[in-house]
Structures are given as C-alpha cells and as structure tokens.
C-alpha cells in the first residue's frame, strides 16, 4: 500500500470528521469513515467491470457526495483518476464532446463512469464503444479490499487547463500527494480536530480536486463542499456556509473574491453574516492582485472578516497544487516596485515614488520544493532579476501524458519550468508578473496582460473579470496589443463607444502604450478555461 491510500483509509476509520453536501437545499453529512465504506463497495464495482490495477478510469459528475467516494473506490483498485472538464450553460457542446472525447481516447481509459447531471451523455459515450458506468450500478456490488498501489503509481490524470484541440494530462504520483500534501498541511497550520473547510472549487480543476477534497480525505478534516454553480447562482452562499459552519479554511482564484467583494458590499448588510471563523483565504490558481485583495478585505470588515485571512499563494497541476503561499497570519504583503525598470531592465527595484507597480508576495516555497529564476539562456538570476520561475522537488510530476505519448517535465537536473515570469525578494518570497506567453514586447518594454486588463476593468460598463488583452504579431517589430471588453451595453453604439474611449485612455495611463484595437462584446463572448481563467490567444479572433 503506499503512503498515500494507507493514511487516507486510516483516517477514515480514525477520524469523527467528514464532508458535508446538498447545500443550499439538500444538506447531507457523510463522515470519512462512511465515505470510505461507500468507496469499498464502487470498488467492488470497478473491479467487476474490469478494471485493474494501472488502468486509466475517467468521471464525469456534478456532485462532490458522489465523487468523494468514486475517486477513493478507483484509487482502491490500483488505477489512476481522471476528472473530466464539466460543460456549463455557456460551453460549445458540440466542441465540448469533440476535447472530451479526445482525452478519453488519450489516458486509454478503461471506463468512464458517468452520474447526474451528465446521464443524457452516457448513450453519446456508449455509441462511440466506451464502456460507461454509473454510480448506481458501481454500487450494487459487495465491499472488497483494496489493491496495493506503490509510491511511483499515478494517482491522478489532471487535466490542464488548456485541454483543448490537442490535450495532455499531467501525471501525479502518489508520492506527488503525499509530499505536498504534508507540506501544505504543515504550511497552513492545520488542525483537524478543529479546522473546517469551505470550498465550492470545480473538481476537475487541481485546487478543488487535490487541495480541496484529496487533501482534506487524506487527512480527515471536515469539509463543507458546494459546487462552482451553487456559487454562481448565488455568490453569498459562500459566506452563508462560512457563517452557518463556522468555515475555518477556504480558497479561491483572485476573480471569485473580487466577485465575493462586491455582493457583499451591494446585497448584504453589516452583521448578515459572520466571517470572524475564518482564519485562512487562500487567493490563487490565476495572478493576485493586491486592489481586489484590499478590496475584499475592505468589503468582508463589517462582517468579521480578518485582514491577516486572505493568504496570497502561487501553484499549479505540475507541482501537484501548491509551490509557495503566505505564512499564516501575515496577510497580504504588496512588493511595490520601479514600473519601468521592470518593464525595461526586467528589474524588480522597489520604490514608492514615480510609476510603480504593485505585485503580491506569495510566500516562500513549501518544504520539498525549491525555485530559482534563470534569463532566456538559463543563466541563474539574482535575487529581485525578473526572469523564468523553475521549480523542483518531491511534489512536481514526472511529465504529461499526450496524444503523442509521455513528456517529460522535468529537465536532466529535475528543474520544471513553469513557464512564469517572476522573481525572488531577498526573503525568497515568490513574486510573479504573468505568463511568458501572454507579455506584450513593445520598444523593449515587457507589458504585462494583466495589467492592461486591470486599467480596462475600471471602465464604467465593463463587467468585472471580464476583459481580456491579447498580443498581436508577437515576436515581430510591430508587435502590439489589442482589448476585448464583456459589456451588458454591446449593442448600444453611444455607450460601448464611450466605452472604447475610456478602456483606451485607463490602459494608455496605466502601461505607457495604445491599444491597436478595443472590441466591446456581449456577455459570454470572452473565451475561458474551465476553471474561469481567461484564455487569450483564444480571444484573438475576437479583436482582429
């Protein structure tokens, strides 16, 4: 048995803990120990069904009271779990079954199993000659033990979040878990006697799958977990459960705070809820912005909220889940640095004077990690040089499964890179400024997306989180940058040119540059990821 299997089934017959569900109509609580027993009969199931140690299995389900133990029955079989991407109310259906089919067909997947509310998918699957399960028929099946799984075994095929066309899934080990795992727990000074987490999280995405529902099992913690379209029909359900379930713990990408942000200001009223329980906000899974931060901050003070909370944090699928995040109680540390020395001599030089920037410090590496910054020939930079962000230890994936095969992620010396660009302060806190990808080369000056879409998301009309900057010509001398904005008023010629005029003159006095184009688009248009992340080269079809 590894590491990880045999500390999650002895938690689950130690713990008094376990995970509630059905919020905000149907609440049920199952403790761990309950979990696990309805997790020996799937198992049965699956191994009925002919699956076998090494084997691939796919899910596709909406209720985290069914997953739970579908994820443990597969692990007790000896085979790997792969959580497929959930369509939504504005996922291309059409499109959504073409990638998902392709991931299926890539992990080589013994079976998918299939539950509510996706059952109108199964005769698809079946007719494309996949064996298809259901979790009531997993069920009706006698308890059996569980199968022996080495540390080297992959546990999960998570996803990424750019899963499309061509996907790839990254490898995580059962030694993966376990090493981040520990570190986190350790990290964020959990107790499980007393911590409970609440998390809405999408289990197809690493935070919510591993850091929100694998981690939490492993350790038997009492979890209160919603689904992303509980949150999104209702963003105050959030701190409804913090308060009914005095949540110690929760995270969230930066987007869904700022959100949470401005219900509470514009919907409740002071003394409504109490978020005073709540000791740790985990911020991550896209960039943190310190103005949504102290706004949320700001907007949760009437209702108990404790600034030192919020804990910015830098992970991601490669690592397992996380790479670094604040010290517990520390808060947001904002690193305000010289804007143009860091646009032009990649420096991070910190001043409060002139045009600056403000970047949130997202902690030191967790214990089995290590980070170095390293220039465009791999040469090792000093301590405040803005250049790639490479990781390496226990927690990172050995590669990707693909269309074409493994790929390994790590080079000859273990480093993985991952593809951020950042730098480290003299503490060694993590600092990062955007994706290699998506930075705008304009005169020699780095620009940063998120930025230009922080100037254009200060425009009346605009929707929050709803603009994109995407790079036009890249890598060529002409190289420019083009705005996409999501607004109620798309069709109203007066006000989305008002818009346009606005979005360009916030982004000409945030970065120093012109847009080429401003594009105002009806709700929904701006592509993203499943998780909510914005997918810019995508969007480039939208501003050309």
């Given at each position: 048995?590894?590491?990880?299997?045999d500390?999650?089934?002895?938690?689950a017959m130690?713990?008094?803990?376990?995970?509630?569900?059905?919020?905000?109509?149907?609440?049920?609580?199952h403790?761990?120990r309950?979990?696990?027993?309805?997790?020996?009969?799937?198992?049965?199931?699956?191994a009925?069904?002919?699956?076998?140690p090494?084997?691939?299995?796919?899910?596709?389900?909406g209720a985290?009271v069914e997953?739970a133990?579908v994820?443990?029955?597969?692990?007790?079989?000896g085979?790997?779990?792969?959580?497929l991407h959930q369509p939504?109310?504005?996922?291309d259906l059409?499109?959504?079954?073409?990638?998902?089919?392709?991931?299926i067909?890539?992990i080589g997947?013994k079976?998918?199993v299939?539950s509510?509310p996706?059952?109108p998918i199964?005769p698809?699957?079946?007719?494309l000659?996949?064996?298809?399960l259901?979790v009531e028929q997993?069920?009706?099946?006698?308890?059996?033990e569980?199968a022996?799984?080495a540390e080297?075994?992959i546990a999960?095929?998570?996803?990424?979040?750019?899963s499309?066309?061509?996907?790839?899934?990254?490898?995580i080990t059962h030694?993966?878990?376990?090493?981040?795992?520990?570190?986190?727990?350790?990290g964020?000074?959990?107790?499980?006697d007393?911590?409970v987490?609440v998390?809405w999280?999408p289990?197809f995405?690493d935070?919510?799958?591993?850091?929100?529902?694998t981690?939490?099992?492993y350790f038997?913690?009492?979890?209160?977990k919603a689904?992303?379209?509980?949150?999104?029909r209702?963003?105050?359900l959030?701190a409804?459960?913090?308060d009914?379930?005095?949540g110690?713990?929760t995270?969230a990408?930066?987007?869904?705070y700022?959100?949470?942000a401005?219900?509470?200001?514009?919907?409740?009223t002071?003394?409504?809820f109490?978020?005073s329980?709540?000791r740790w906000?985990?911020s991550g899974?896209e960039?943190?912005?310190?103005?949504?931060v102290?706004?949320?901050i700001?907007?949760?003070?009437p209702?108990?909220?404790?600034p030192?909370?919020?804990v910015?944090?830098?992970?991601?699928a490669?690592?397992?889940?996380?790479?670094?995040?604040?010290?517990?109680?520390a808060g947001l540390?904002?690193d305000?640095v010289?804007a143009?020395?860091?646009?032009?001599?990649h420096?991070?030089?910190?001043?409060?004077?002139?045009k600056?920037?403000r970047l949130?410090t997202?902690?030191?590496?967790l214990?089995?990690?290590?980070?170095?910054?390293?220039d465009?020939?791999?040469?090792l930079l000093?301590?405040?040089?803005v250049g790639?962000?490479q990781?390496r230890?226990?927690?990172?994936t050995?590669?990707?499964?693909?269309?074409?095969g493994f790929?390994?992620?790590?080079?000859?010396q273990?480093?993985?890179?991952t593809?951020?660009?950042?730098?480290?302060?003299?503490t060694?806190?993590v600092?990062?400024c955007?994706?290699v990808k998506?930075?705008i080369?304009m005169?020699g000056?780095?620009?940063y997306?998120t930025?230009?879409?922080?100037a254009?998301a200060?425009?009346v009309?605009?929707?929050?989180?709803?603009?994109v900057a995407?790079?036009?010509?890249?890598g060529?001398?002409?190289e420019?940058?083009?705005?996409a904005?999501e607004?109620?008023s798309w069709?109203?010629?007066?006000?989305?040119?008002r818009i346009e005029?606005?979005?360009?003159?916030?982004?000409?006095a945030?970065?120093?540059a012109?847009p080429?184009?401003?594009?105002?688009?009806?709700?929904?248009?701006?592509?993203?990821t499943p998780?909510?992340?914005?997918?810019?080269?995508?969007?480039?079809?939208?501003?050309?």
């Amino acid at each position: 048995m590894s590491r990880f299997t045999d500390t999650m089934y002895a938690s689950a017959m130690t713990s008094r803990k376990g995970m509630v569900t059905g919020e905000p109509t149907a609440p049920i609580r199952h403790t761990w120990r309950e979990v696990h027993q309805r997790a020996r009969r799937l198992s049965g199931g699956l191994a009925s069904s002919g699956v076998r140690p090494g084997d691939a299995v796919a899910v596709l389900a909406g209720a985290p009271v069914e997953i739970a133990p579908v994820a443990q029955a597969i692990w007790m079989r000896g085979a790997s779990l792969t959580m497929l991407h959930q369509p939504t109310p504005r996922t291309d259906l059409q499109r959504w079954a073409a990638e998902t089919t392709a991931v299926i067909s890539m992990i080589g997947a013994k079976a998918v199993v299939v539950s509510d509310p996706f059952m109108p998918i199964a005769p698809v699957l079946t007719e494309l000659g996949m064996q298809v399960l259901t979790v009531e028929q997993l069920f009706d099946n006698e308890p059996i033990e569980p199968a022996c799984a080495a540390e080297d075994d992959i546990a999960l095929l998570q996803l990424t979040s750019g899963s499309t066309g061509s996907p790839k899934a990254v490898q995580i080990t059962h030694r993966n878990i376990v090493s981040n795992a520990e570190a986190m727990f350790a990290g964020a000074e959990v107790d499980p006697d007393r911590d409970v987490i609440v998390c809405w999280l999408p289990l197809f995405h690493d935070m919510g799958m591993t850091g929100f529902l694998t981690v939490p099992m492993y350790f038997g913690v009492e979890l209160v977990k919603a689904t992303p379209m509980d949150f999104i029909r209702d963003t105050l359900l959030w701190a409804r459960l913090i308060d009914k379930y005095r949540g110690t713990m929760t995270a969230a990408p930066n987007f869904a705070y700022n959100m949470f942000a401005k219900r509470l200001r514009r919907q409740a009223t002071p003394g409504q809820f109490d978020l005073s329980s709540l000791r740790w906000a985990l911020s991550g899974a896209e960039q943190v912005e310190p103005g949504d931060v102290e706004e949320f901050i700001a907007a949760g003070k009437p209702f108990g909220l404790r600034p030192e909370a919020v804990v910015p944090a830098y992970g991601m699928a490669e690592t397992t889940v996380a790479v670094s995040f604040s010290k517990c109680g520390a808060g947001l540390s904002v690193d305000e640095v010289d804007a143009d020395l860091l646009a032009v001599l990649h420096r991070a030089v910190p001043t409060t004077k002139g045009k600056t920037r403000r970047l949130a410090t997202l902690g030191q590496v967790l214990d089995g990690l290590q980070a170095r910054i390293v220039d465009e020939d791999c040469a090792l930079l000093p301590t405040r040089g803005v250049g790639v962000i490479q990781v390496r230890g226990e927690p990172v994936t050995p590669g990707y499964t693909t269309v074409a095969g493994f790929v390994a992620a790590q080079d000859d010396q273990g480093w993985y890179d991952t593809g951020d660009l950042g730098y480290l302060t003299e503490t060694g806190d993590v600092v990062v400024c955007g994706r290699v990808k998506d930075v705008i080369i304009m005169a020699g000056r780095n620009i940063y997306p998120t930025d230009i879409e922080r100037a254009a998301a200060r425009v009346v009309g605009v929707r929050p989180g709803c603009a994109v900057a995407v790079r036009i010509d890249a890598g060529h001398s002409r190289e420019s940058f083009a705005i996409a904005v999501e607004s109620s008023s798309w069709q109203d010629r007066t006000d989305a040119r008002r818009i346009e005029r606005e979005v360009i003159h916030e982004v000409f006095a945030e970065v120093d540059a012109r847009p080429r184009n401003v594009v105002v688009l009806e709700p929904g248009m701006i592509p993203k990821t499943p998780s909510g992340k914005l997918r810019r080269t995508h969007a480039l079809a939208l501003v050309t």
